[in-house]
Every structure is written in C-alpha cells, then in structure tokens.
Nanobody, 125 residues
Framework: QVHVEESGGRLVQAGESLRLSCTAS????????LGWFRQAPGKEREFVAA????????GVADSVRGRFTISRDNAKETVYLQMISLRPEDTAVYYC??????????????????WGQGTQVTVSS
C-alpha cells in the first residue's frame, strides 16, 4: 500500500517563505508524477503545482506562479513545494498526491490515485 506524507506546514507571517516536503512509499519513486493541491476552509481542493517523473516538466497554478516552485529529488524520494512571499489567502491544508505516469504531469484532482493527509499552512497578516 502506498503511503504519502507531507510535512513542513506551520504558522507564518505574510511575506515569509516556507518549504513543504512530501515522500511517497512507492517501489520506484521515479515512476510517479507528483502534485500539490490545497484546500481552504469552505472551498474546494484546488491545484497548486505538479511535476513529472524527472522534474524537467512541471506546471504551476496562475494564482501562485512566480511565488511557488515545485521540485523533486528522486534520490531522496521527496517532492518539495517552495513558497515565497506568502499571503493570507495562501492559508489552506496542502495535500501531496502521486500517480504512476509516463512523461506527463497532472493538474486535476481525479488524475491522482494516492493522497497524503495534508499539512496546514497558515499565513497571518
């Protein structure tokens, strides 16, 4: 059974930076595309960023482009979400998701098979 686990969420001030990490207990980590999603209170879960198996192809939501960066280290079997210039509207539970893939990355909730429990990011003004 695949276990996905996020870490790094915490309370920060507006304008600060934060890096989230995610690991997935899969047999071959580099066979998986990975994504970050978030869900704010009262809102649907939304796409944030995604990366293909190699890390060379990735996508970022318009709302965070220029502030958030996704990367992965296959040797460490970890995917990261680097967030800078955080805003109160970035407050949400951030989820990591994984799926087996060829060379694509995926941006829809239903594209992913495995999900973590989420990590809370709170940005105070």
């Amino acid at each position: 059974q695949v276990h996905v686990e996020e870490s790094g969420g915490r309370l920060v001030q507006a304008g600060e930076s934060l890096r989230l990490s995610c690991t997935a207990s899969v047999r071959i980590f580099s066979n998986y595309a990975l994504g970050w999603f978030r869900q704010a209170p009262g809102k649907e879960r939304e796409f944030v960023a995604a990366v293909n198996w190699s890390g060379r192809s990735f996508g970022v939501a318009d709302s965070v482009r220029g502030r958030f960066t996704i990367s992965r280290d296959n040797a460490k079997e970890t995917v990261y979400l680097q967030m800078i210039s955080l805003r109160p509207e970035d407050t949400a539970v951030y989820y990591c998701a994984a799926r087996e893939s060829d060379n694509r990355y995926y941006t829809e909730n239903h594209d992913y098979e495995y999900w973590g429990q989420g990590t809370q990011v709170t940005v105070s003004s």
